[in-house]
């Protein structure tokens, strides 16, 4: 199928402005993902202080953590 000047400019904008559009979202993406990663990690450090505190206590009391290790050490087994 041959194209028109007119049809090749226009496939031509709409390249263009869809290209435009891809790379905005894809930037987009990347500043969700960095803010979802930097929410997990805040949230993996409160965990991990609050886990400390825990085994603290169950040391204090002499009682078993039921908690068990923590999920870092199990992934390493």
Same mark, same amino acid.
């Given at each position: 199928?041959?194209?028109?000047?007119?049809?090749?400019?226009?496939?031509?904008? /709409?390249?263009?402005?869809?290209?435009? $559009? *891809?790379? &905005?979202?894809?930037? #987009? !993406?990347?500043?969700?993902?960095?803010?979802?990663?930097?929410?997990?990690?805040?949230?993996? /450090?409160?965990?991990?202080?609050?886990? $400390? *505190?825990? &085994?603290?206590?169950? #040391? !204090?009391?002499?009682?078993?953590?039921?908690?068990?290790?923590?999920?870092?050490?199990?992934?390493?087994?």
């Amino acid at each position: 199928m041959t194209l028109t000047d007119e049809q090749e400019q226009h496939y031509r904008a /709409t390249l263009e402005v869809t290209r435009k $559009q *891809i790379d &905005e979202m894809n930037e #987009q !993406i990347e500043e969700e993902l960095a803010k979802v990663k930097e929410r997990l990690a805040d949230l993996q /450090t409160r965990k991990n202080a609050a886990r $400390q *505190i825990y &085994e603290g206590a169950c #040391q !204090i009391l002499g009682i078993e953590n039921d908690l068990g290790a923590p999920e870092d050490t199990k992934e390493q087994k």
